[in-house]
């Protein structure tokens, strides 16, 4: 994902430090629990995932898209920020071209809530150039329709891994007794485009809407960032009310996923708090519903990709974005 633009300049990459993010989260996310500074004071590391049998390299063979080049960003044209094998073993459960749905849930702490889980890019993507480089309005502006996302040097798609996230979260927030759609479940050729997968979470009336990725910065980038919505009134674009609740959501996902994951923030985005805001997303600008992104984490660095190729990590971080979620919906 490119983080150029007027809208967004990345500060200068840094050594990530402990201290200052112990206090900066503490006093972002007081409902996180033990979160980052209890990891930062047992010493714990995560780096192997707690699964070496699925570090990076074990999953090359999950999938067939061209990896982009190491070293450079997502696509960051169109809005996406740009089991191990990426698949839970579940078959897609609707027809192409519609949202995944689940039935909705009778017991639970969420029942009648509605979340939406959007899978970064489709798996299919890379076979539908044309289709995916089409045009479409933002409202602040025209972007691509989407992008193919980025993979591991050793090629585990960005696709793959947000499609295993997303059925993992599905299983826990229906436990919980939400009804849960998905934008997309490989279900369809290609897309949804970056306006459809907003209008899917806008016409479902969701209580909260997040899109899953995993960043394809430089080597030596590292940690996750929650992307959230700034205040954009231009054209079809209003997010003005949808501000104040998707930053909760997005704290609440942030602390949530520090504590779940023992990972911390990135070090090249947020100053060190793992939230960014942004104004050129139109997932987020056409959202009408509280909605925020989260970059897992950066492919393209080594230690990141061993932990979002192993498949207990990504249980992990499922986990923890999905009891962000649940913190939040339960106010």
């Not at 033990?34 to 074990?58: E, I, K, P, R």
């Not at 519609?98 to 890019?121: E, F, M």
């Not at 016409?203 to 590292?222: F, L, W």
């Amino acid at each position: 994902m490119s983080y150029t633009g007027p809208d967004f300049d990345p500060p200068p990459s840094r050594r990530f430090r402990r201290g200052p993010l112990t206090v900066a989260l503490a006093a972002l996310v007081p409902g996180a629990l033990l979160g980052w500074a209890v990891y930062a004071t047992v010493g714990g590391s995560g780096d192997d995932g707690g699964d070496a049998s699925t570090s990076a390299g074990t999953s090359a063979s999950a999938s067939s898209l061209p990896p982009s080049s190491p070293g450079t960003p997502s696509p960051g044209g169109s809005d996406e920020p740009d089991g191990s094998d990426g698949s839970d073993g579940k078959k897609p459960s609707t027809s192409p071209g519609a949202p995944s749905a689940s039935a909705p849930v009778g017991t639970g702490p969420l029942r009648g809530k509605v979340v939406v889980i959007d899978p970064g890019h489709n798996p299919g993507n890379f076979r539908h150039t044309a289709e995916i480089n089409r045009q479409v309005d933002v409202g602040t502006h025209s972007k691509e329709c989407d992008t193919t996302g980025t993979s591991t040097d050793d090629g585990f798609s960005e696709a793959k891994f947000t499609l295993d996230v997303a059925h993992r979260m599905r299983a826990f927030l229906e436990g919980q007794g939400a009804t849960v759609k998905l934008t997309q479940d490989d279900d369809r050729p290609f897309g949804p485009c970056i306006d459809e997968r907003a209008r899917i979470g806008n016409e479902a009336e969701a209580d909260a809407v997040v899109s899953i990725h995993a960043d394809g910065s430089g080597t030596g980038n590292r940690g996750f960032h929650v992307i959230l919505p700034g205040s954009v009134d231009s054209g079809a674009a209003d997010t003005r009310a949808i501000v104040g609740p998707s930053r909760a959501l997005g704290e609440r996902i942030a602390g949530n996923f520090v504590r779940a994951t023992g990972n911390g923030p990135s070090n090249y985005v947020g100053g060190g708090t793992g939230l960014v805001t942004r104004k050129d997303l139109g997932g987020l600008n056409l959202s009408t519903v509280p909605k925020v992104f989260i970059e897992c984490g950066n492919m393209r660095d080594s230690k990141d990709a061993a932990l979002l190729t192993s498949g207990a990590w990504r249980q992990k971080a499922a986990q923890g974005i999905s009891e962000g979620i649940v913190s939040f919906l339960r106010g």
